[in-house]
């Protein structure tokens, strides 16, 4: 792998999983592990794209380059258990819509919002991921954040909420909500590792609420 052109390194699999400034910083986090998994980017706004998405949108893998078929045989091993877990709960759709976030391997709530009438699954799981990135930069953790949502981390990448759901007077304060949330993602930048919780290998995610 060329490093010369490279400002910003990406550890997927490493040590500590995130984003360096440099390959000495990227280097530290790969040395000695046997499958390490990272990549070099000319710019930060590459680097933030692409530890939000798989690795395997890469191919690359400790430098080399990584068979389709050998990555699809590949079994899931474990959660990054030093890592925050978001999920949210609905009761109806819309119905009374609550979220909440937690430490994956203590499930130690970190915070709760809600219930707000008139929302949607969606909306929570969208409000909870925005809310773990914001706190997670706040705090300047380097956690991972997990989601089961393919739809929320598809809205969140795309900084928008596409739901269908329209607004009244019961509901406007999470119309308020998912605006502040979209306005956050479009101003802010931000290097959390944002991973999808493989429900069919580890089980329910720990910030699940039980009511299924």
């Known amino acids: 792998m060329s490093k010369s052109k490279n400002k910003y390194f990406v550890v997927w699999e490493g040590k500590t999983p995130g984003i360096y400034n440099s390959w000495d910083e990227c280097k530290k986090q790969i040395h000695g592990v046997t499958a390490a998994i990272y990549k070099g980017f000319a710019t930060k706004e590459e680097a933030i794209q692409a530890i939000n998405s798989p690795y395997r949108d890469y191919i690359k893998k400790a430098g080399k380059k990584v068979s389709q078929s050998s990555e699809q045989n590949k079994s899931t091993t474990s959660p990054i258990w030093e890592s925050l877990s978001v999920d949210a709960a609905c009761s109806g759709n819309p119905g009374m819509m609550e979220y909440q ?37 706040q705090r300047n953790s380097n956690l991972p954040l997990y989601t089961d949502s393919k739809t929320a981390l598809a809205w969140v990448r795309n900084k928008k909420a596409k739901t269908e759901l329209k607004e009244t007077e019961r509901n406007a304060v999470v119309f308020d909500l998912i605006e502040r949330a979209e306005n956050w993602l479009r101003t802010n930048e931000y290097t959390t590792r944002i991973i999808k919780w493989e429900t069919s290998e580890w089980g329910e995610i720990p910030a699940d609420f039980g009511r299924k």
């Open 101 to 137: 976030g937690v430490y994956t391997g203590t499930k130690e709530l970190i915070f709760h919002q809600g219930p707000f009438p008139d929302a949607t699954n969606n909306i929570g799981e969208f409000l909870a991921l925005v809310h773990g990135l914001a706190l997670l930069k």
